[in-house]
T-cell receptor, first 112, second 112 residues
Framework: DADVTQTPRNRITKTGKRIMLECSQTKGHDRMYWYRQDPGLGLRLIYYSFDVKDINKGEISDGYSVSRQAQAKFSLSLESAIPNQTALYFC???????????FGQGTRLTVV | SQQGEEDPQALSIQEGENATMNCSYKTSINNLQWYRQNSGRGLVHLILIRSNEREKHSGRLRVTLDTSKKSSSLLITASRAADTASYFCVHDRGSTLGRLYFGRGTQLTVWP
């Protein structure tokens, strides 16, 4: 089983719909992250959380919200999806005190 | 905006040849890492070099870091077709250890 699991793996949704992407981890890490990847580009940070009561904005948080329901779960929501949010979304985790990140397999989101 | 730049953006070589990828960044860093991404899939950590280190090896990988030039290189020796992937240079800086900054990546193609 994957240590960092994202659901769904693929999603097509319509403009204006609310959508939630979920991430769960079995690594026991405190820190969790949501990134977005657009074609030909590296990853950009949307939100991150260093523990259950901690939520921080990243570079591109507008139009997104997150919830850290438990140490192992971190969900990303698009309140009203728009086409330019079509991208590949990655969840990642890391241990406190470590720079190394562990990534999920990604969620490919298409907004039509 | 991207926080670093890889060079070249694309590299095509034959099996058995060495592949060298370079990256530059703009600020002082704590650590520099290289990650690999197979087409549209999750990223996998390859190697980490700390800001006070100049060179590091791991199997067929050799990473160098020149903090005075704000640059790093990744050398893959005796490349294989299975090395075909995108390679990302990633750094962290300041006090937020787990927050990572990605370059655009180098797409490496290794022909059998």
């Amino acid at each position: 089983d994957a240590d960092v699991t994202q659901t769904p793996r693929n999603r097509i949704t319509k403009t204006g719909k609310r959508i939630m992407l979920e991430c769960s981890q079995t690594k026991g890490h405190d820190r969790m992250y949501w990134y977005r990847q657009d074609p030909g580009l590296g990853l950009r940070l949307i939100y991150y959380s260093f523990d259950v009561k901690d939520i921080n904005k990243g570079e591109i948080s507008d139009g997104y919200s997150v919830s850290r329901q438990a140490q192992a779960k971190f969900s990303l929501s698009l309140e009203s999806a728009i086409p330019n949010q079509t991208a590949l979304y990655f969840c990642a985790t890391s241990e406190s005190g470590s720079a190394e990140a562990f990534f999920g397999q990604g969620t490919r989101l298409t907004v039509v | 905006s991207q926080q670093g730049e890889e060079d070249p953006q694309a590299l095509s070589i034959q099996e058995g040849e060495n592949a060298t990828m370079n990256c530059s960044y703009k600020t002082s860093i704590n650590n520099l890492q290289w990650y690999r991404q197979n087409s549209g899939r999750g990223l996998v950590h390859l190697i980490l070099i700390r800001s006070n280190e100049r060179e590091k090896h791991s199997g067929r990988l050799r990473v160098t870091l020149d903090t005075s030039k704000k640059s790093s290189s990744l050398l893959i020796t005796a490349s294989r077709a299975a090395d075909t992937a995108s390679y990302f240079c990633v750094h962290d800086r300041g006090s937020t250890l787990g927050r990572l900054y990605f370059g655009r990546g180098t797409q490496l193609t290794v022909w059998p």
